[in-house]
């Protein structure tokens, strides 16, 4: 057997000392994503935001270095040798700027649906303007530079500016005004003064069979209408039905020899506003049988 030599050589050993990173705590703002402890050269990342959203983060320090955010409200700084404590400042996060829409108040015209605590750069701004004489109408809605849309009817609508805005409303004699959209509405602005329009009505019925054939002839018939209208009546007369099965439909049906089949006189109930009937009772007073239901209010303007 022959002797071992055994050589150990010893080294002094650092210890390996665990440090905190703390943070003053507080309701105004919250810290996420801390480690219990790290130790010197550990990569330390964390998050801090504001409760309050009228609140935003101004600065985060370690110590008495502030640290530059390496993401949205989150930071990142390596571990010294000792303990570390951050302090959170807050600021107020500046208020977004509004703008005023603005008009000259008059006694001819009303503007509806305006916010008064203002409109931020950018938003739509819908509103509704009317002229207040029923012999009136709105000639013209502009605002200096800024465009206006006519939306249709009494709306018109802007996109904001980062300015304030000033409405110009001119109005014109309702019957200078040139109704053209729809036959219907120079029907209305001329009822104003009074208007009958006759009117026929004809319906065409084809019946088909399951499989999409055709069963029996097409038929067709046809009603007129007159109606009575001035500023406040509407007086409606409905005749008897006309029918043709001939299946010519180029040929328009006949109805001048119907008779009167119902006569309903319509008008705006002055108690509530509603559509209704009327007709004429004992001492020649005028009674009223509301049509509609509270949700459906006929306008003073409307025939």
Same mark, same amino acid.
């Given at each position: 057997e022959s002797d071992v030599?055994?050589?150990?050589?010893?080294?002094?050993?650092?210890? +390996? @000392?665990?440090?905190?990173?703390?943070?003053? =705590?507080?309701?105004?703002?919250?810290? %996420?994503?801390?480690?219990?402890?790290?130790?010197?050269?550990?990569?330390v990342t964390f998050g801090v935001r504001a409760v309050n959203a009228a609140k935003e983060v101004s600065s985060v320090k370690m110590g008495e270095t502030e640290l530059t955010p390496i993401d949205d409200n989150l930071y990142s700084f390596v571990m010294p040798d000792a303990d570390v404590?951050?302090?959170?400042?807050?600021?107020?996060?500046?208020?977004?700027?509004?703008?005023?829409?603005?008009f000259e108040r008059t006694t001819t015209f009303d503007v509806f649906g305006i916010d008064a605590a203002g409109y931020t750069e950018g938003s739509t701004v819908k509103f509704s303007v009317r002229a207040v004489e029923q012999d009136k109408v709105i000639d013209s809605v502009t605002a200096g530079t800024v465009a206006i849309t006519h939306v249709g009817g009494e709306?018109?609508?802007?996109?904001?500016?980062?300015?304030? +805005? @000033?409405?110009?409303?001119?109005?014109?004699? =309702?019957?200078?005004?040139?109704?053209? %959209?729809?036959?219907?509405?120079?029907?209305?602005?001329?009822?104003?003064?009074?208007?009958?329009m006759d009117t026929v009505y004809e319906e065409r019925q084809q019946?088909?069979?399951?499989?999409?054939?055709?069963?029996?002839?097409?038929?067709?018939?046809?009603?007129?209408?007159?109606?009575?209208?001035?500023?406040d009546y509407n007086r409606v007369t409905r005749y008897n039905s006309q029918y043709?099965?001939?299946?010519?439909?180029?040929?328009?049906?006949?109805?001048?020899?119907?008779?009167?089949?119902?006569?309903?006189?319509?008008?705006?109930n002055p108690e509530n506003g509603y559509l209704a009937t009327t007709y004429l009772g004992l001492n020649n007073e005028l009674i009223y049988s509301d049509v509609l239901d509270?949700?459906?209010v006929w306008p003073a303007s409307s025939c």
């Open positions: 030599n055994i050589n150990v050589t010893m080294e002094n050993v650092t210890p +390996v @000392t665990p440090h905190t990173v703390t943070v003053a =705590a507080s309701e105004e703002y919250k810290v %996420s994503g801390l480690e219990a402890s790290y130790v010197a050269g550990d990569t404590t951050l302090t959170v400042t807050l600021a107020d996060v500046p208020a977004v700027p509004k703008f005023n829409v603005t709306l018109y609508s802007l996109v904001m500016p980062a300015s304030n +805005v @000033t409405l110009s409303v001119t109005i014109k004699n =309702a019957a200078d005004a040139e109704v053209t %959209s729809t036959i219907l509405g120079k029907a209305l602005a001329e009822a104003r003064d009074g208007l009958t019946y088909y069979n399951n499989d999409g054939t055709p069963s029996g002839s097409p038929s067709r018939y046809a009603k007129r209408v007159i109606s009575e209208m001035s500023g043709d099965y001939s299946g010519n439909f180029d040929t328009p049906i006949d109805v001048s020899q119907t008779t009167p089949q119902n006569i309903y006189m319509f008008a705006r509270t949700a459906k």
